[in-house]
């Protein structure tokens, strides 16, 4: 088999998308804690009247962020889902390209048949090799974006902070949201970062 | 690598058995492949595990073309008894094989689908094989559940799966029992802990006594053959099995 990774690389490749999809839950749970405080501060906001106008809008983005990220999360996690099967059955393939190539060599004059078995295996095993590696370009564009969705919130996390400011008696309610949201997105970067990196890395 | 020896033949009519892998790993359990070909129809009875699939498959070659392997049957749903399936229809996806009922929707977790898989009826059925006829023998409980012996009364050769079967030291790993009390230790430990039903037994017994069997084949251990058949038969009916035989130790 050309381009035919070993059962290692395929078994290290199977631990890396179970890793991813352990990864996504951890950003999936922080980006329902940002929709419900984010759905507070709308509250919040509301109750301070024109002072948290800017607030509220921010907080508005922060709950869309929030919807937007868990709704990338879910695909990254179907992929993640396609890959692991994928690679199972890239598993399964190389035991049994493995066996039939042990038979091949064993008998004295393999028939053409045997051989188009052989060739076949090696088709299917090359068409699944392709496709892992675009799900794996895939689940990478996602999170790409899914980085860039956290950077944008990291900016309005801090136009948070520069709102709450304006709060007046509200100041300081305001102000300890939008230091928990700030708080928040600064946990999702890193996960986000590993997973990026566990994925490039492969 | 196994080898095969023709067992029985009468024009096209032959039983070639697979067996012994000196090469096999240890942690693996040897087992007995049997070919039986007819006019060109050719059955691999209880092919194997997908370990020992390259060593069942290239013995085959010196024989037939594995390529043209028709039939296979399995006497029941167990790894070593099966599980090279998938490898088989990778081959030929035309193969059919013959297994109990109740295995038929089990087993497609080794491979196949309800095209290649067959199902027995628990009554047994019988099979054309080229200008003959083979026959499924209900053996059930024997150790399985849905457990089937393949009877070919042209050759008078009786298949029966685990039942005969010995796990034999290297130093005595013959093809045919040569001293049956000899042997039998061998086989003793096997049925009564794989056997759980006396009631089975006895009715199995009691239908193999009225068929023709020149050769009773396992598919651990050795061949039975002449009298050594009526033997084991009548040993196995006195053996004491099941639950009762069986000693828990924690």
Redesign the interface.
């Known amino acids: 088999m050309s381009n035919k990774p070993t059962h290692k690389t395929s078994s290290g490749e199977l631990a890396g998308f179970v890793r991813l999809n352990e990864g996504i839950k951890g950003v999936v749970l922080i980006a329902f804690q940002i929709n419900i405080m984010a759905l507070n501060a709308i509250l919040l906001a509301h109750r301070a009247g024109e002072v948290a106008l800017g607030f509220g809008v921010i907080s508005k983005e922060l709950r869309s962020l929030s919807v937007e990220l868990t709704g990338l999360m879910q695909e990254l996690s179907n992929d993640a889902y396609l890959a692991v099967n994928l690679i199972s059955d890239l598993l399964r393939q190389e035991?049994?390209y493995r066996?039939?190539k042990?038979?091949t060599?064993?008998?004295?004059n393999p028939?053409p048949?045997?051989r188009d078995?052989m060739v076949r295996?090696e088709e299917e095993f090359s068409l699944i090799t392709h496709r892992v590696r675009d799900v794996r370009l895939r689940l990478l564009d996602r999170l790409e974006d899914a980085r860039k969705l956290c950077q944008f919130g990291t900016a309005i996390s801090r136009s948070a902070k520069i709102e709450a400011a304006y709060g007046r008696e509200y100041g300081r309610a305001l102000a300890e949201v939008s230091q928990e949201f700030d708080q928040k997105i600064q946990n999702i970067l890193p996960s986000i970062e590993a997973l990026c990196t566990g994925m490039q890395r492969r | 690598m196994k080898t095969a020896q023709t067992i029985y033949q009468e024009g096209s009519h032959r039983w070639v058995v697979i067996a012994r892998d000196p090469s096999k790993p240890n942690c693996v359990i040897d087992t007995n492949e049997y070919l039986v070909s007819r006019e060109g129809d050719n059955l691999l009875t209880d092919p194997g595990g997908s370990e020992i699939f390259p060593a069942v498959f290239a013995a085959l070659s010196t024989i037939v073309d594995p390529m043209s392997i028709r039939y296979l049957f399995a006497s029941h749903q167990d790894p070593d008894i099966i599980s090279s399936l998938g490898l088989w229809l990778e081959c030929n996806p035309e193969i059919r094989c013959y297994v109990s009922r109740l295995w038929s929707s089990f087993i497609p977790h080794f491979g196949g689908d309800e095209n290649s898989l067959v199902a027995i009826p628990d009554e047994g059925m019988g099979m054309p094989l080229g200008s003959g006829q083979i026959e499924y023998v209900p053996a059930h409980f024997l150790h399985s559940s849905g457990n089937f012996h393949l009877y070919d009364p042209d050759a008078r050769i009786l298949f029966s799966g685990d039942v005969g079967a010995a796990l034999l030291p290297p130093e005595e790993d013959e093809l045919f029992v040569r001293d049956f009390d000899k042997h039998i230790r061998h086989a003793e430990g096997f049925h009564r802990r794989w056997m759980g039903s006396t009631e089975a037994k006895l009715d199995w017994c009691e239908r193999a006594s009225r068929m023709k069997i020149d050769m009773l084949c396992p598919q651990h251990g050795s061949i039975y053959q002449g009298d050594d058949v009526m033997r084991f038969i009548n040993w196995f009916a006195e053996l004491p099995v099941g639950l009762s035989t069986f000693r828990h130790r924690r």
């Open positions: 035991r049994r066996l039939l042990k038979a060599d064993l008998v004295a028939s048949a045997l078995v295996r």
